[in-house]
């Protein structure tokens, strides 16, 4: 029995679900198929930053195509909470990423201007604030605090409930979430279009989108795509819910809707393996005690970990097949952050002409340079 649809998105994370919503909204019958949680699943691990600053050194395009996502944001949120009844409780007070010592921030500013010395590069405003200013906003900074960068576009989501308004979205706007539905082939049917199978499961599909995250590296080549990302482990921590103290999002650490604060940003290179251990925990704990001597008599009650989605460069791909018209490749590390770009900008380009030029910077080509000699 085949089951026929106008788009089938790969992937039932953040991303897919995005593009997916995005999709069923211009129309189109929708189908998402979700490997389900035998997934190596981004989505469960993201921090929930919606972020800007310190992005695109080395493409100024991601800057400008992350700014973009940002502004889209508060929309985004509104139409969510008014489709799905669930409140994403963004928050975009501007952000912090704070310096323990002077030459810390001293980097970190000559990082940020360098970043905006980039030909190419939109402007992007911030501010490097010393420690007396900080300590207006954040009174119970450590000793060793010595100032931060801010910058007033930065913010945060609960990204659990996004997650759950994004699926709520979709269904309500008429599309199919098809879970447990383990990809193994992909192929061109002879009149256009994509037969997809798992086991003795059939979809047929006039155009496809990889949304799988890492696993979009085994399923582009199926369709003429090229998807060179690999698995980078974060570990985070939550602490108990503790009385409200931090009003703006710090880089690696936020204090949720819920009062739990949250610590995180570690990256390694694990391979798939999704461990914990104590000694990045501890070393994360230890830098957030730092910033704030109060978290050092908080209990932690939850550790965990996830694998980001990177790409050899650490920025987005967006693709569309020329071997295969109709199969469409999407994946960042920054789910969230572009969740807005996905649904409200990505997810038309798809249902209308294809992606744009807007969207060039991003192509795969950029890993084929050939090597100067």
Request: aromatic residues 8%.
């Amino acid at each position: 029995m085949v089951e026929t649809y106008d788009v089938a998105v790969l992937g039932g994370g953040l991303v897919g679900t995005a593009i997916g919503l995005g999709l069923a909204g211009q129309g189109l019958r929708t189908a998402i198929l979700d490997e389900g949680d035998v997934a190596h699943r981004a989505s469960r691990g993201n921090f929930a930053l919606v972020w800007v600053q310190s992005k695109g050194m080395g493409m100024p395009r991601y800057s400008s195509w992350t700014r973009e996502s940002v502004r889209l944001w508060p929309d985004y949120a509104a139409s969510l909470r008014e489709e799905s009844g669930i409140d994403v409780s963004l928050h975009q007070p501007g952000g912090f990423t704070l310096a323990l010592s002077e030459g810390e921030l001293e980097r970190r500013a000559a990082n940020m201007a360098r970043l905006n010395a980039q030909p190419g590069f939109e402007h992007l405003d911030y501010e490097v604030w010393d420690r007396s200013q900080l300590r207006q906003v954040f009174p119970e900074i450590g000793p060793e605090v010595a100032g931060a960068i801010f910058c007033r576009l930065d913010g945060h989501v609960n990204s659990l409930r996004l997650f759950r308004a994004q699926h709520v979205v979709f269904a309500r706007r008429g599309g199919a979430y098809l879970p447990n539905f383990q990809v193994q082939e992909i192929s061109r049917l002879p009149g256009g279009g994509f037969r997809i199978l798992s086991g003795e499961r059939c979809i047929e599909a006039g155009q496809v989108v990889l949304a799988a995250g890492i696993g979009n590296a085994r399923l582009a080549p199926m369709v003429g795509l090229d998807a060179p990302v690999r698995p980078l482990r974060g570990q985070a921590l939550v602490t108990e819910k503790v009385a409200p103290f931090l009003s703006h999002p710090i880089v690696t650490l936020r204090q949720t809707d819920e009062g739990g604060v949250m610590m995180g940003d570690s990256q390694e290179e694990a391979g798939f393996d999704e461990a914990t251990g104590l000694g990045i925990l501890g070393a994360m704990a230890d830098r957030a005690a730092r910033m704030f001597p109060k978290l050092g008599q908080v209990n932690i009650v939850r550790t965990w970990s996830a694998l980001r989605v990177m790409t050899k460069d650490g920025f987005p791909i967006y693709q569309h097949s020329e071997a295969a018209p109709g199969a469409f490749l999407t994946t960042c590390h920054s789910g969230v952050t572009l969740a807005a770009a996905h649904a409200l900008a990505v997810a038309p380009m798809i249902a209308g002409e294809g992606l744009t030029d807007a969207l060039d910077a991003f192509h795969p080509r950029r890993f084929h340079v050939p090597a100067a000699s």
